[in-house]
């Protein structure tokens, strides 16, 4: 027929190839930006799981917890091959976190006299088991986590586009770069490579299931023959997201909904026992049958992940979801703004009281590792909420759908995971880049919908943003969620830093000659607690002395390198004879890597660095200001400078 | 290959800009690759950028902007014009110009009560500047006094400086008044000739 069309009418046949010339042209362009950025995004991902200590091994059995439960599975067991030492067994309570500290080996949990790990096995069942068995040897788990990040990236990517091809205008190419950049950049996801152990190949895992899912949940929309098809794979998604992290089984309550909700009987029961549904359901109720299955086979219940007998700090042991919990996460997840700093990385993750309310009680088991706000960090994850702005017509639109489930899902994980009390960047991968993408989706469809120079002003407010996460998020990402860049790779740090610090005042500087002092009033009685005394660099390149208070006239100065939760500490005691100014000195030696300190000329401490890196503007003397919270020292102090050469 | 010419056609400017930026760029790694010179030293120059900075050399006890030079052991200003001090008390002061090749007189204004001395005895009063001493005078007599005491040059090279006063007689707290009572402070100085 189209042959017979064509000899009638050559000029609208020549017209419509034209089109179609056309399209796929663009289309083209699309594909050809899309795999610019991914190429960019997998360096830059590499780049950043070996800028840290992580390192590829691939010739030798690896000690990470998800290469040990692999191992298990391939013995028949679901025990880890490590035993637990003797005095801990033989403690009488081996689960008090005061007693164990000592024998415990951390974030495993304890059960039996032997070893389990809490984290969903899903990943160990996929990939490292798996790897081992066709190898013989560990897959590093750094490695797993760059491949699932970046392979979880890529659906989402995926999705993206085939979502926006269903909008009514296409959005310009730069745009969808700037959307595929920042789904890739400009979130949570882009901190998690550079120190990427178990913690965050549940994580990751967990992330690149949930992102298949909402793929295939899509294609089940798009589709009309194989809808069934993509609704089970839809379902073994997150159902396998689950295995992962419990909290993901949540992406299947939009789903379900969705479905049930755009079936041609709502709500009845035969639209809740059709086909679809249970393509969807039945998946994902095996997945979490054989989850329970495997906690009642360790711990003879199957709601039991093991966080009962978890060997942990009290903040974090037994945790169980409690509503109390909700509102300082909330608040640590969404709002809790970072530090913006003028020395390189420019922004850095801060300890702050739940809206700045100082002395506000945390709950009694609430564990905060350190996270950034969603909508300072990334304000375009508001737009998910945008569709309830949209004129109703647009309202069954499959975009639209899409939105709604990676929002309703997004809500539903950030309070559960909130209820938790457990908070910390990581977690935030669990909502996050839906959220994002629910608001790339929605940044399209009103791009779209927009003419002339209100879409130009609008498109340059939505990139602006965009920049502003890519920036903020990247910085994060380069200092890591434990600044260990800097430690491993100072020299290569300080040489990427060097790029963008144009001002000498906060230029870092790699192992620095410096002597600098101050004189401090120390009164006798001491002032109880500890003070700061001087301060230099920043999280995993900070050097702090402080002083604390031991007896009425005696103190200790404390020197302490490094992260402060794993600092390396010296100290000496000092008698003060009167109240009365003091004289301390602080002596760097570049050639030994000695730090001095001196009370009144006198020597009392000299502590190896492993290196010392600080800006001019970072060197305090009185005060510091880790993880954004300025401690002083209490009473007065001078810092003297010289008048006359 | 018609496409892809077609996408650089349209992009023609892009693609220039981001030419032009790495261009840039290459030349900044450039000159980032140049060796670095060993970084001068970094002292209390670089810190004292951030510190509160001290500008008197002399201030009388009534000047309320001077309340951050007094460091430990100085009670609240009393009728607009005097503070009593404590057994030990220090202050801060800022160097004056030309003391650092003249020296400087440290000069302290205050009073004995007679109620005070009657009940301490004769007091002495020794001054230290960077823990060391540099003046101690006994006063036997109640009413207005001074102290003096000359700094040589050589302790006068930077600023500020912390001076701690010390009585060896005073009135503990619990005894007049919950205080511990030393004298009353009117003025203090650091003179160059």
């Known amino acids: 027929m189209k042959t017979a069309d064509t000899r009638e009418e050559p000029s609208r046949t020549f017209a419509t190839a034209e089109r179609f010339i056309i ?317 913006v700093d003028p020395v390189f990385p420019f922004v850095r993750l801060a300890f702050r009281w739940p809206f700045e309310s100082i002395g506000y009680h ?123 860049f800097v430690q491993a790779h100072p020299e290569s740090y300080l040489r990427l830093a060097k790029w963008f610090s144009p001002a000498d005042r906060f230029r870092p500087l790699l192992n620095p000659p410096l002597h600098v002092y101050g004189h401090f009033y120390f009164p006798v009685p001491c002032s109880p607690g500890m003070q700061p005394l001087f301060s230099i660099g920043e999280f995993g390149s900070r050097y702090v002395v402080s002083e604390v208070c031991k007896q009425d006239n005696q103190i200790t100065i404390v020197s302490s390198s490094g992260d402060p939760r794993f600092a390396q500490v010296w100290v000496a005691d000092i008698a003060l004879d009167r109240a009365g100014f003091e004289r301390v000195d602080l002596d760097f030696a570049p050639q030994n890597k000695n730090m001095t300190v001196r009370w009144n000329g006198r020597v009392i401490l000299t502590h190896p660095l492993p290196f010392l890196f600080t800006a001019r503007s970072q060197v305090r003397v009185g005060w510091d200001a880790t993880f954004g919270q300025k401690t002083a020292f209490s009473g007065r102090f001078i810092v003297p400078v010289t008048t006359e050469k | 290959m018609l496409c892809f010419a077609r996408l650089i056609g349209l992009h023609r400017r892009s693609i220039l800009f981001l030419g032009l930026l790495l261009g840039a760029a290459t030349g900044c790694a450039d000159h980032m690759r140049r060796p670095n010179p060993q970084p001068e030293i970094i002292s209390n120059e670089d810190v004292a950028q951030i510190q509160p900075a001290v500008h008197s050399h002399s201030f009388t006890m009534r000047n309320v902007d001077a309340t951050r030079q007094l460091a430990a052991g100085i009670h609240d200003v009393e009728n607009n014009a005097w503070r009593w001090t404590a057994g030990e008390f220090s202050i801060v002061l800022a160097t004056p110009r030309g003391a650092s090749t003249r020296g400087a007189d440290l000069v302290f204004g205050f009073h004995i009560p007679d109620a005070i001395l009657r009940r301490t005895g004769p007091v002495t009063l020794t001054a230290y500047l960077n823990a060391a001493e540099v003046g101690a005078r006994t006063y036997t007599a109640a009413g207005a006094q001074r102290f003096s005491a000359m700094i040589p040059p050589e302790l006068l090279r930077q600023s500020p400086l912390a001076i701690d006063f010390h009585l060896d007689r005073y009135i503990p707290r619990g005894v007049l008044e919950s205080r511990e009572l030393g004298v009353v402070a009117y003025t203090v100085s650091l003179e160059s000739e």
């Open chain 1, 362 to 484: 945390f709950p009694a088991r609430f564990f905060n590792g350190g996270t950034g706000g969603m909508l300072v960090l990334c304000p375009l994850v508001l737009l998910a909420v945008g569709p309830a702005f949209l004129p109703k017509k647009m309202s069954r639109h499959v975009a639209v759908t899409t939105i709604w489930s990676l929002t309703a899902f997004s809500i539903l994980s950030i309070l559960f995971v909130g209820s938790l009390g457990l908070v910390s960047q990581r977690y935030e991968v669990d909502f996050q880049p839906y959220l994002l993408l629910a608001g790339c989706i929605f940044m399209g469809l009103a791009v779209g919908l927009m003419r002339g120079r209100t879409r130009l002003w609008v498109q340059f407010g939505f990139a602006l943003m965009m920049a502003w996460s890519i920036l903020a998020n990247m910085a994060l990402a380069v200092q890591g969620p434990y600044d260990q």
């Open chain 1, 23 to 339: 399209q796929r042209c663009v289309q083209i362009q699309y594909r050809v930006v899309w795999l610019v950025v991914v190429l960019v995004v997998a360096s830059v991902y590499l780049w950043l799981t070996k800028s840290g200590w992580a390192r590829f091994e691939w010739k030798r059995d690896l000690d990470g917890y998800y290469d040990l439960l692999g191992r298990a599975f391939l013995s028949g067991h679901l025990r880890l091959p490590i035993e637990p030492r003797r005095e801990l067994l033989a403690l009488a309570n081996p689960w008090d976190p005061d007693l164990n500290a000592p024998y415990r080996v951390l974030d495993l949990a304890l059960y039996n006299r032997h070893y389990y790990l809490y984290h969903g096995a899903a990943p160990a069942l996929l990939f490292f088991a798996p790897w081992r068995l066709l190898t013989g040897h560990d897959l590093p788990e750094s490695f797993a986590v760059f491949v699932m990040c970046v392979g979880g990236f890529l659906v989402l990517c995926e999705l993206l586009m085939v979502v926006l091809r269903t909008l009514p205008a296409s959005v310009p190419l730069w745009l969808f770069a700037l959307f595929l950049l920042t789904l890739a950049l400009g979130q949570s996801l882009s901190n998690m490579p550079q120190r990427a152990m178990f913690y965050e190949v549940a994580s990751a895992a967990g992330f690149l299931f949930a992102s298949c899912g909402f793929f295939c949940l899509f294609k089940s929309f798009a589709s009309v023959q194989r809808r069934v098809t993509w609704l089970f794979l839809c379902g073994l998604c997150f159902g396998l997201a689950a295995g992962c992290r419990p909290n993901l089984v949540f992406a299947a309550v939009p789903a379900l909904a969705v479905v049930v909700l755009s079936g041609p009987r709502r709500l009845s029961l035969r639209a809740l026992l059709s086909r679809e549904v249970i393509a969807l359901a039945l998946p994902i109720a095996i997945c979490c049958l054989c989850v329970a299955g495997y906690n009642y086979a360790r711990f003879g219940n199957p709601f039991e992940f093991g966080l009962r007998y978890l060997m942990a700090t009290a903040s974090y042991q037994n945790i169980r979801p409690t509503i109390g919990n909700i509102f300082p996460s909330l608040y640590y997840f969404l709002f809790c703004t970072p530090t």
